[in-house]
């Protein structure tokens, strides 16, 4: 939240012009950069006129929550209104979506997206975008998840007019979701005096903001009931616009007998997953022949053994890549290639027989089995030699073909609470964007910790799963793996920093001395003890993260260097480039650095780094202090 106070007060400040130089302040603090022209442009022409709305409906000790954070995710409603109901006398809110739009229509394939001439693509409809929120609110937040009919949503479009936006009203309406118009400014101040009343409402402001907030519904321990049952995630903006567009292009291949694809793409924690299986849950209970496949055993391992528990039918829904050498061309009507940044260049592999080395590429295989190939990917998440999944790939592959393909990015994150200044602070951190590296302020999203021994961090996380809180420690892959254990004894503890010596995760599909396969490390709570490299962590999360940085990342003078001669994975090659490791090594760490949702405790095996990471993540310097 970037700002609160009453609706006269904001009245007020909006009149001095001081509100928005306040606001511009503010998300300079919580997000580490100014805001955009459009978004201060965009406070500086709708804040005004809720503020105006209130105040004109004798509401004006109502208090305004603007630029409202919803929790775990990086997503802000524009205001959050907090006051009492006029008849019961409790707590009520109103989220309030702005929109400065003058006209807008309907999608032609899909009333649940609109079209603006400003927009080159396709968004959602206002009306669904609030109720969206509402929905998010409702399910995370402690003082409305058992009061659900204390909160209500609408879209305000101030701007526009019965002809510009007739088309919008088709979109279903209740009571998480109405649209209102400036034309009929009227009917909103009704809607305002018939949720909140004139009395204060800063109680219920507090009520709200003090809110247990709820732990972020973890994929795989939902996964069982949202394919089988019905929709367990609520999906934001972007993420309904990615899952709206996927089916209108299922419904559109149906109809008229032809193909396309789809690519997803998006950072850590953006959602891709959870649209995933979103998507795969519709299909499923629609009837419409479809798959799930990644390259990565873990995930498909465990998306097999969660949802698919207790119906085989489900464990086959989940597959790898290199499961549609001998596909029947557009045999399915969808596959959802999540994690498609792992895609390979051939699926062949020493153990494929002759009469399937056909040397095609991949890619051209996912594409070939179904009729709506969708491709969910990061390009940032590389991390072995010969994985080239890649936007530009997929849509030269598509051009080849003649197929249309729709390009659909993501921007909100999700993970690691939902703090973008985490996630900056992690690419500056690494030189993965340029600048260099920041100096962590602390938001109250995410929390950053340096350890100064493994002992230490090991320590911290027993005691957060002491409070209920689940952890795992991973490590740069720098100490050698042994992978052939004898039945009946334990693992050796490969991992060794002076006397602290803790044994790799399991190798291989089967448990070892009570720790779990490899697949289940990130998911089963006996995978805490063992350390977890980023081929086992990749695509998943958990409450609190360890990451222990070893020799193959040290940081010498102002700058990082790599070195290759302590890497001990066999991923790496003589022939491949100094300078492909080097990215290789700085993306390995970023996917561990981003896996916790509550926190994140590190500790380089180098001095030196440690002292940079010291100076670089502020008070407090070590656990000890915490």
């Known amino acids: 939240m970037l700002f609160r106070d009453s609706a006269a007060a904001v009245a007020a400040e909006c009149l ?24 201060v442009r965009s406070w500086e022409r709708s804040i005004p006129v809720l503020a105006s709305a209130l105040n004109d409906s004798g509401l004006g000790q109502v208090e305004m929550l603007l630029e409202y954070g919803l929790p775990l995710n990086s997503k802000r409603a524009d205001a959050v209104l907090a006051g009492v109901h006029p008849d019961t006398g409790r707590p009520s809110y109103v989220v309030v979506e702005l929109k400065q739009w003058s006209s807008a229509e309907p999608d032609d394939d899909d009333p649940t997206l609109c079209r603006l001439d400003s927009y080159a693509r396709a968004v959602l409809n206002p009306v669904d975008q609030v109720r969206g929120y509402c929905q998010y609110l409702a399910s995370f937040n402690g003082a409305l998840s058992g009061h659900p009919e204390r909160l209500s949503g609408a879209a305000y479009l101030h701007n526009a007019t019965e002809f510009g936006v007739s088309g ?26 018939s949720k909140l009343g004139t009395g204060s409402g800063a109680s219920a402001a507090d009520e709200l903001l003090d ?55 998006g950072g850590p924690g953006t959602g891709k997953s959870v649209i995933a299986l979103s998507l795969l849950g519709e299909l499923y209970r629609q009837n419409i022949p479809a798959l799930h496949a990644t390259g990565s055993s873990s995930f498909t391992t465990t998306m097999r053994k969660v ?10 829904l989940f ?25 390979r260049e051939t699926s062949a592999n020493r153990y494929t027989s002759a009469a399937n080395r056909t040397g095609k590429p991949q890619i051209e295989e996912l594409i070939d089995a179904a009729r709506v ?66 100096i962590w302020e602390p938001d109250d999203k995410m929390r950053l910790m340096v350890a100064e021994s493994p002992q230490e961090l090991e320590a911290f996380l027993h005691e957060q799963r002491a409070h209920g809180y689940g952890a795992r420690m991973s490590a740069g892959y720098c100490w050698k793996w042994t992978k052939k254990v004898p039945p ?7 991992v060794v920093i002076g006397e602290w010596a803790r044994p790799w995760n399991v190798f291989g599909d089967r448990a070892v001395a009570g720790a779990p396969p490899a697949a289940l490390w990130a998911t089963d709570p006996a995978g805490f003890g063992q350390v977890g490299c980023v081929y086992t962590a990749q695509g998943f999360e958990y409450d609190w993260s360890g990451v222990i940085i070893g020799p193959d990342l040290v940081w010498r003078g102002d700058q990082w260097v790599t070195d290759r001669t302590a890497s001990k994975d066999p991923a790496f090659k003589k022939s491949t480039p100094d300078a492909d490791v080097d990215q290789l090594i700085r993306n390995t760490y970023k996917v561990l650095l981003t896996r916790g949702m509550i926190g994140t405790v590190v500790y380089s095996t180098d001095p030196e780094t440690r002292e940079r990471l010291r100076a670089l993540a502020g008070a407090p310097l070590s656990l000890t202090n915490v």
Request: aromatic share 8%; net charge neutral; hydrophobic share 40%.
């Open 373 to 438: 190939p969708v491709f969910l990917l990061d390009e940032h998440q590389v991390v072995r030699p010969g994985e080239m999944g890649t936007v530009a790939e997929i849509e030269a592959a598509a051009a080849r073909k003649g197929l249309r393909c729709q390009v659909v990015p993501l921007d909100s994150q999700f993970r690691c609470g939902g703090s973008d200044a985490y996630l900056r602070w992690v690419v500056r951190l690494l030189g993965l964007e340029p600048g260099g590296p920041l």
């Open 16 to 39: 001095s012009g001081s509100l928005f130089l306040r606001l511009t302040e503010q998300f300079v603090h919580v997000h580490g950069h100014k805001p955009g022209a459009s978004e």
């Open 307 to 316: 949802a698919g528990a207790r119906k085989r039918e489900v464990k086959d």
């Open 488 to 494: 009946g004894q334990a693992l050796p503890a490969d």
């Open 211 to 265: 809110g247990k907030i709820g732990p972020s519904k973890q994929l795989m321990a939902v996964a069982a009931q949202e394919v089988r049952e019905r929709e367990q995630f609520v999906l934001l903006d972007e993420q309904k616009v990615a899952y709206r567009k996927v089916l209108n292009a299922v419904h559109r291949a149906k109809r008229a007998d032809h193909k396309e694809v789809v690519v997803v793409t």
């Open 168 to 193: 919008l009203f088709e979109a279903e309406q209740d009571q998480y979701g109405r649209l209102f118009i400036g034309a009929r400014r009227g009917e909103f101040l009704d809607f305002l005096r």
């Open 319 to 343: 597959k790898y890549f290199n499961s549609f050498m001998t596909a029947e061309r557009n045999g399915l009507d969808v596959l959802i290639c999540d994690e498609a940044h792992r895609m």
